[in-house]
């Protein structure tokens, strides 16, 4: 198979959807690999590094998307790139349909067949090609907080870990999942004072057997909130309802019995934010204040370490880049449910549930699709 990738367009988007490295797997499995002069670049990768991969380099993104067969990505394509795909062409890439209709729309009438990095499962119920990122978001999220907190930048003046003599930073972090796990262990890690609320009590158990001595842990009432954010010196949001928009944990009017300076970190922005304060933020522009507590809400914080997470990507899609290769999508899908739960357009058909539920289209059962 010829396995294109090209330069993310995307603005702020550093990221890149193949690492030379996935690349070498992918020429030592039999296949031709071709990158966009350049698409490394964000990422810390020079074209040479391709070329000892045994890639080739194209000019230009239409020589990519003219000659692959499968195009590798990490962002859903732009209004230009989704011109250039065509009938069978496989796409694999984040999607993000349900709030997109020109996308869907633009993949539909392509005739291409287009797998959702984030709709692909795991046998535990996860979903492997979202969680690097969480893990990024999850660990950045005290790095900025500690930043936001300095006083320059409008924070109390707090050190994560205290000095001998001065107690550490209070940390409160909302949601036990992927992002919050990883936020509680570098916040620990930092030596502040840290507390994860989850409402999933094996969730808690879970957190309370493995990182007991690290940091505590309490079940996430708005009584038991408001107790700790009051407290806190550092709030990090992190909770998901699935296929939901995130909960408003945290009223304007609680801010004013938080300390003032005191940092909140929503991570969970990208879904609405769970703090009715929140709003979106970039990174040329991360932080604002609200009644004296500052808020850092940048929506795609992976873009922050592009290197980093285009690595931790790179590692989760490669297993699945190397199978549609191998196999095709078809044999690939077939053998993996999971592979296959990622499958959202197949020529001209919508073959994902929530997505027609979100947009009003019809579906086709994936299991049908793949048969065709
Ligand atoms: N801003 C970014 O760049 C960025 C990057 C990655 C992920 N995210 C977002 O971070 C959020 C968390 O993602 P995740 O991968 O950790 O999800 P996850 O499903 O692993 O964890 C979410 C946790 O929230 C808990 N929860 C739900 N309701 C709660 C409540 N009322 N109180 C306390 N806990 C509650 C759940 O029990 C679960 O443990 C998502 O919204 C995700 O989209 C943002």
Redesign the pocket.
């Known amino acids: 198979m010829k396995i294109g990738c090209p330069t993310e367009i995307k603005p702020q988007e550093f990221r890149v959807g193949l690492t030379p490295n996935a690349a070498r797997e992918a020429v030592a499995h039999g296949h031709q690999v071709l990158v966009q002069t350049g698409a490394g670049a964000g990422s810390g990768f020079p074209d040479e590094d391709y070329l000892a991969a045994g890639a080739e380099m194209a000019d230009t993104a239409e020589q990519v998307f003219a000659q692959a067969d499968m195009i590798v990505k990490v962002k859903e394509p732009q209004a230009g790139e989704r011109a250039m795909l065509r009938e069978g062409q496989l796409l694999f890439t984040y999607l993000h349909l349900a709030p997109d209709p020109d996308q869907t729309h633009d993949l539909l009438n392509s005739g291409c067949t287009a797998i959702a990095y984030e709709t692909v499962t795991d046998a535990q119920g996860g979903l492997p090609l979202?969680?690097p990122?969480?893990e990024v978001?999850?660990r950045l999220a005290p790095q900025v907080g500690a930043w936001t907190l300095q006083k320059a930048n409008g924070g109390r003046g707090v050190l994560m870990g205290g000095v001998p003599g001065v107690g550490p930073a209070k940390v409160v972090v909302?949601?036990?999942?992927?992002?919050?796990t990883h936020a509680a262990k570098v916040a620990a890690g930092m030596g502040a004072d840290v507390t994860v609320?989850?409402?999933?009590l094996p969730?808690l158990r879970y957190l309370d057997d493995v990182f007991g001595r690290d940091f505590k842990n309490r079940y996430?009432t708005a009584g038991a909130t408001a107790e700790l954010v009051e407290e806190a010196d550092m709030v990090i949001g992190?909770?998901?309802?699935p296929g939901a928009a995130?909960?408003k944990?945290i009223t304007k009017a609680q801010l004013s019995d938080m300390k003032p300076g005191a940092a909140i970190v929503d991570?969970?922005?990208?879904?609405g934010g769970c703090f009715e304060t929140s709003r979106a933020t970039t990174h040329a522009d991360p932080i604002y204040e609200v009644d004296g507590i500052m808020h850092y809400c940048?929506?795609?914080?992976?873009g922050a370490v592009a290197r980093t997470s285009t690595i931790a990507l790179g590692n989760a899609t490669m297993p699945f880049m190397l199978a549609l290769a191998d196999k095709g999508w078809k044999q690939a899908c077939t053998d993996d449910p999971h592979l296959l739960a990622g499958l959202n357009v197949h020529a001209g058909q919508l073959t994902y549930y929530a997505v027609g539920k979100a947009l009003g289209l019809d579906v086709v059962s994936p299991n049908v699709a793949v048969k065709q």
């Open positions: 979202l969680a990122m969480s978001a999850g909302i949601g036990g999942g992927v992002v919050g609320l989850d409402r999933s969730r996430s992190a909770v998901l309802i995130a909960p944990l991570v969970a922005i990208d879904q940048v929506a795609n914080m992976p």
